[in-house]
């Protein structure tokens, strides 16, 4: 199941920087995550500092 960054998202780009496969990126207000591209490796979670990706 990929990940989804919740609202609680600062839009501080840490997440896209950790992602291995560029499956995030600056969305409107927050950052997005491509359900496609996700590989649920959870490199995203680990680096976010309000723990706003999490697995749908």
Same mark, same amino acid.
């Given at each position: 199941? %990929?990940?989804?960054?919740?609202?609680?998202?600062?839009?501080?780009?840490?997440?896209? %920087?950790?992602?291995?496969v560029? %499956?995030?990126?600056?969305?409107?207000g927050?950052?997005?995550?491509?359900?496609?591209?996700?590989?649920?490796?959870?490199?995203?979670?680990?680096?976010?500092?309000?723990? %706003?990706?999490?697995?749908e």
């Open positions: 199941m %990929a990940y989804k960054i919740s609202d609680e998202c600062i839009s501080c780009g840490a997440c896209a %920087a950790q992602c291995p560029s %499956a995030i990126s600056e969305g409107d927050k950052y997005v995550i491509d359900a496609d591209t996700c590989i649920e490796c959870g490199a995203c979670a680990d680096t976010c500092p309000v723990g %706003a990706p999490a697995q």
